[in-house]
C-alpha cells in the first residue's frame, strides 16, 4: 500500500478530486463520508468512516459529517489531520483508528471555523481558526493555546497575540 505520505499534496488533491467525482457520479450507489486509500495497483478502499456522522473507532466503524478538501495535514509518524465540519479536528492513525482532538461540544478543545492545518516535526498541530480569528497550537499531549492573532477581526500588524487577523484560514510550519 502506497503511504499517503509519500505522495505530494498535489497528487493527494488530484487523486482525491478523482475519486470524490468517481464516488459521486451516476453510478455511485452512496456518498461515501470517509477517508479512502488508494493501493499500490490502484484498488481503492475505504481506511476510515463511510457513513455519515460524527464519532471515533476503527476504520468503518467511525463516521464523518463534512470533511473540508485541503484541510488536512499529515504528522511525522504518517498519521493524517482532517477537519470535520469546521468544528472537528480529527486524527486518522495509519491503521485507520479515528479520534476527535477538538470539538465544539465543550468535552474537548473547542473550534468554530477550524479551516488550516499543519503539522511540525514533533508532531505539534497547527490551526487557523477562521472564526476566532487566531492560530492555535495544539500539543501532543492535547494542551491548546493560542500563538497568533488577538481573536478580533482586522489586519493590524504587532506583536503575534496583538495582531489582527482577517478569518485566517491556512497556515504552515517549517
Not at 495535514?73 to 479536528?89: E, Y
Request: net charge positive.
Amino acid at each position: 500500500m502506497a503511504r499517503a505520505s509519500d505522495l505530494s499534496a498535489g497528487e493527494v488533491l488530484r487523486s482525491f478530486g478523482m475519486l470524490r467525482e468517481h464516488l459521486r457520479g451516476p453510478l455511485s450507489p452512496r456518498r461515501i463520508y470517509g477517508i479512502l486509500q488508494i493501493s499500490s495497483n490502484g484498488r481503492i478502499g475505504i481506511l476510515a468512516g463511510g457513513d455519515y456522522g460524527i464519532s471515533d473507532g476503527q476504520g468503518t466503524q467511525a463516521k464523518f459529517a463534512n470533511l473540508h478538501m485541503g484541510c488536512f495535514a499529515f504528522g511525522p509518524d504518517g498519521s493524517l489531520f482532517v477537519t470535520d465540519s469546521l468544528t472537528c479536528v480529527r486524527k486518522i492513525t495509519r491503521s485507520g483508528t479515528v479520534t476527535t482532538l477538538a470539538d465544539s461540544s465543550g468535552r474537548q478543545l473547542q473550534f468554530r471555523g477550524a479551516r488550516g492545518l499543519a503539522c511540525d516535526a514533533e508532531g505539534n498541530l497547527y490551526i487557523a481558526d477562521s472564526s476566532e480569528c487566531r492560530i492555535y497550537k495544539v500539543t501532543v499531549n492535547r494542551g491548546s493555546k493560542p500563538v497568533a492573532g488577538s481573536g478580533k477581526r482586522g489586519l493590524e500588524d504587532g506583536p503575534v497575540q496583538k495582531a489582527s487577523f482577517q478569518e485566517p484560514t491556512g497556515v504552515a510550519v517549517s
